[in-house]
């Protein structure tokens, strides 16, 4: 792939989407290798103690994946705006920075883990060296460089649209893209006050990655289902409003399933355990929806590799945060899976089919024009390197969540409904020998997984390359 600062022939916004779409890559390689060598340390604790602590190596495979896909969501925003405005990009310059300003930010974080792996928590360790809060444990100074570089997203997409056009998509997306950059400040500050700090913890858990992520995606979706297939802008425009109006009950109230054990009043048990699980549903409708109109159309697809990925998203988000997800949310189910390798195989599944999925379709989107706009279609040479990836990915995480989702089982049987929630039941069900298969299953299925990132990245980089395929003629 050509250095993204010397690319010609992409609008402004497409420029700075190429870096965070080669960031986001880089990142997805790394968060998969740190995830490889968590799984061998879960098997075999001893395997690079005191070198590199399973703590870490969790962190890092975790922040990573994080990372990246905000990475690449807001790559594919800028990628599709200007097309959406009718106009130039507002704030190219400002846009340039903040990818610098984030991508340094990440690069100086991992490599605070890597090197202070432990060590007392004092007021100065919260600003420069680790939160210590779980999946947040970004030190204090990095959250701020992450709210600014929202802002300034924020700002170059609203001015954008307000120097263009509006539509029903970007009303959407703009008011979205607010409630990223306030939702995070949630977990800026602390309590000392366990329930009020886990209370709050939970807006950037739930409410940043799962409800304003979810909504942004939604958008992303649209204008790739209209770009890709011909897609009618009232149908998909239709289902984001219902995907948006959903997420008020299923991604706010919904939260409150997360609220169980913390000590918040217990209203929350019959709120939570209802509203949860609805919001991936409107996804699954708008690609079934478009998918049919289109084909009484005389259904085109300009991009094959591009449209598998957005209906592995679709169907991948349904399963994952969906029936995944409604599998441990009622409060009496989830009495005895929270905190088991049940909610890891539920999380697994979510945030692959509901963001890994859409990231990787706007990359072959990317491609596409990159490579002269060719039809990406059955003529494609090399086909079978997508299509590898394709299978090694997918067959990969639901590998592992099913086997994650055995081990869960095992644990909430044995720890749980056996054990009391004692250490002794812990332990019981960390040595059962099913626990013990699964996690070893679980390592085969990521390796997979590994193998497949590589056959994407690899794809990336040379698909369309030695093609002669028409050009494709986009409207």
């Known amino acids: 792939m050509k250095t993204p600062s010397v690319i010609k022939g992409l609008r402004l916004g497409q420029q700075i989407a190429i870096k965070y779409f080669f960031a986001a890559m880089i990142l997805f390689c790394a968060q998969m290798i740190f995830g490889l060598i968590a799984g061998l340390q879960f098997i075999l604790p001893e395997f690079l103690y005191q070198i590199l602590d399973f703590n870490v190596t969790r962190m890092v495979h975790i922040n990573a994946m994080i990372i990246w896909l905000l990475f690449g969501f807001m790559g594919s925003v800028y990628w599709l705006v200007e097309d959406e405005a009718g106009s130039d990009l507002v704030g190219y310059k400002l846009g340039n920075i903040g990818f610098w300003v984030l991508l340094i930010a990440v690069i100086v974080v991992v490599l605070v883990y890597l090197i202070v792996q432990v060590g007392p928590g004092t007021e100065s360790s919260l600003w420069f060296i680790n939160e210590g ?3 947040i ?17 924020f700002y170059n997409i609203a001015a954008t649209f307000s120097k263009g056009k509006w539509s029903g998509i970007s009303g959407v997306l703009v008011l979205d893209l607010l409630a990223l950059a306030g939702v995070y400040l949630a977990g800026m500050f602390y309590s000392t006050n366990i329930s009020i700090d886990q209370f709050w913890w939970w807006w950037v858990v739930h409410l940043w990655v ?4 979810e909504v942004l995606v939604a958008c992303i979706m649209a204008w790739g289902l209209i770009q890709t297939i011909g897609a009618s802008r009232k149908i998909v425009t239709t289902w984001l409003y219902v995907e948006v109006a959903l997420m008020f009950g299923s991604g706010i109230l919904g939260l409150g399933h997360h609220y169980f054990w913390i000590g918040t009043p217990e209203y929350w048990l019959t709120v939570g355990g209802f509203f949860s699980a609805l919001e991936p549903i409107p996804l699954v409708a708008m690609l ?21 990925w957005f209906i592995a998203h679709v169907f991948g988000n349904f399963l994952g945060a969906g029936v ?8 009496q189910i989830n009495l005895y899976t929270h905190g088991t390798q049940w909610s890891a195989s539920h999380g697994h599944l979510a945030f692959f089919g509901a963001y890994v999925t859409i990231n990787v379709a706007m990359f072959y989107m990317a491609v596409q024009k990159l490579r002269g706009n060719i039809a990406m279609g059955s003529g494609l040479l090399n086909k079978y390197r997508w299509k590898t990836s394709l299978i090694l990915l997918n067959v990969g995480a639901l590998g592992m969540t099913v086997a994650l989702l055995i081990a869960g089982y095992e644990q909430a049987f044995i720890e749980r409904a056996v054990g009391g929630s004692t250490w002794s039941g812990y332990f019981s069900a960390q040595r059962d020998s099913t626990f013990i298969a699964s996690m070893h ?14 056959f994407l990245a690899w794809d990336l980089l040379t698909i369309g390359k030695k093609n002669k395929n028409p050009v494709f003629e986009t409207t």
């Open 441 to 454: 299953w679980r390592m085969l299925f990521g390796i997979l997984m590994t193998v497949g990132t590589f």
């Open 210 to 213: 799962e409800a304003t992520w």
């Open 133 to 135: 809060r779980e999946y």
């Open 137 to 153: 444990e970004a030190p204090r100074w990095a959250d701020i460089g992450i709210v600014a570089v929202m802002l300034i997203f």
């Open 324 to 331: 995944w997800g409604f599998f441990q949310t009622l409060p």
């Open 288 to 308: 079934v929806h478009a998918v049919y109109d289109a084909g009484t159309k005389n259904l085109k697809v300009s991009n094959h590799p591009a449209f598998a």
